[in-house]
Structures are given as structure tokens and as C-alpha cells.
């Protein structure tokens, strides 16, 4: 088998990889990165010390 043969097939290979990962709906890398419930921001925010996510949804202001 010569280089470029093993490269193509190399490349098929990622290629049919990243097809089935992104079929399966979710990324598992992916899941971590969402913010999450509610209660969870909002522990994490009082915890960071950042107001509540009540008073930073209630602080922006919908009207101009």
C-alpha cells in the first residue's frame, strides 16, 4: 500500500469518526460546557460570588 493510499484512507477514517459522533445527537465533550439548570447557575453564581441569577435576569432592562 503507498503513502497516499494510507493517508486517504486515514482521512476516511476521521471523516466516518466525526460522522457517527455528530449522528448520536449530543457531543459528550460538549454536554459540560452548557450552563445548565437554573438552581445550578444560580449556585454557582452566589458561590463565585456574583448576585443572584434572579437579580441579574430582573436587572437588564426589556423596555428602552
Not at 460570588?49 to 426589556?62: D, E, K, N
Request: proline share 5%; glycine share 6%.
Amino acid at each position: 500500500m503507498s503513502k497516499t493510499d494510507q493517508a486517504t484512507l486515514r482521512m476516511a477514517a476521521i471523516a466516518a469518526v466525526i460522522a457517527e459522533v455528530t449522528q448520536q445527537g449530543d457531543d459528550p465533550g460538549q454536554i459540560a460546557r452548557q450552563p445548565g439548570l437554573a438552581w445550578s447557575q444560580d449556585h454557582r453564581r452566589i458561590n463565585t460570588g456574583q448576585s443572584s441569577l434572579m437579580h441579574s435576569r430582573a436587572s437588564r432592562s426589556p423596555w428602552k
